[in-house]
């Protein structure tokens, strides 16, 4: 899925997703055929149905911030799963540095793709500390890329816990109890939604399927549509759908 960043040596910024070439042309490709079919829904002309696809060329960077948030959600969960392994060692006695090292091994049996972001971040981690870098920085470093509160939050009472001698298995312990909380609660809200997530998209669609029913069924009665004034009130429907679309979608983002 995550194509070139995935396979870059480099340690990445995940608020911001750069999309393979693969990836930019599919994702054209399907949104302009789409539009293409609302252009011919609602204006009956080859022209029209171009010109509305053609706005399918801003797309992949609102597809590309999309999935720069559910790359963010995916790395929470799996950061979640790497603060109970180090929370594991360092509950028997090994050092911060050791317990960042053997969480690599433990998130290997859970996450079998070399590729998966938090196995690839705790080794450029380890990477760092092996060249010097003290475990605050490396880990303040990984925070600043990761760009969620979670991660910036047990970083920032982390550091100041181990400058100040605090109680370091405690804190990720607590942490990790959280996150965990946290996602559980994004879950049963995403459960509570999701009939009205599809119901809101049916509601959405479904006049699109009604004036496409009746325009290629009934031409005669929805020809006045497609000429002069007609023209005005299609598009100011069209407008309306659009609307409709955005502010459903954003009713329906419930941020935790």
């Known amino acids: 899925m995550f194509t070139i960043q995935e396979k870059s040596r480099h ?7 750069v999309m393979s070439v693969k990836e930019k042309v599919w994702t054209i490709a399907v949104t302009a055929a789409m539009l293409a079919c609302i252009g011919v829904v609602f204006y009956k002309s080859i022209w029209a149905s171009l010109l509305i696809a053609a706005i399918s060329l801003a797309y992949p960077k609102l597809r590309a911030k999309e999935l720069a948030v559910r790359r963010k959600q995916h790395l929470n969960i799996q950061f979640k799963q790497a603060l109970s392994s180090i929370s594991s060692s360092l509950g028997a006695g090994k050092s ?9 091994d433990d998130l290997k049996l859970l996450y079998p793709d070399p590729n998966t972001h938090i196995i690839r971040e705790l080794e450029w981690i380890q990477h760092k500390l092996e060249s010097g870098v003290t475990i605050e920085a490396a880990l303040s470093d990984f925070s600043l890329r990761a760009g969620t509160d979670d991660i910036g939050n047990f970083v920032d009472v982390f550091v100041t816990c181990k400058r100040t ?6 804190v990720i312990r607590r942490t990790a109890t959280i996150i965990q909380e946290k996602l559980e609660i994004q879950q049963e809200i995403g459960v509570m939604i999701s009939q009205k997530r599809f119901e809101s998209r049916m ?7 009604v004036i496409g029913l009746l325009a290629f069924s009934s031409p005669d009665y929805m020809e ?6 007609g023209i005005v009130i299609m598009s100011g429907c069209l407008l309306v759908l659009i609307a409709c679309f955005f502010i459903t979608k954003r009713i329906m983002d419930i941020k935790v």
């Open 11 to 17: 340690p990445l910024d995940y608020s911001v997703y």
């Open 96 to 104: 911060v540095e050791m317990s960042f090292r053997e969480a690599v």
């Open 165 to 170: 001698g605090g109680n370091l298995v405690q």
């Open 203 to 209: 509601l959405t669609f479904a006049p699109l399927a």
């Open 224 to 229: 006045p549509l497609y000429h002069g004034f």
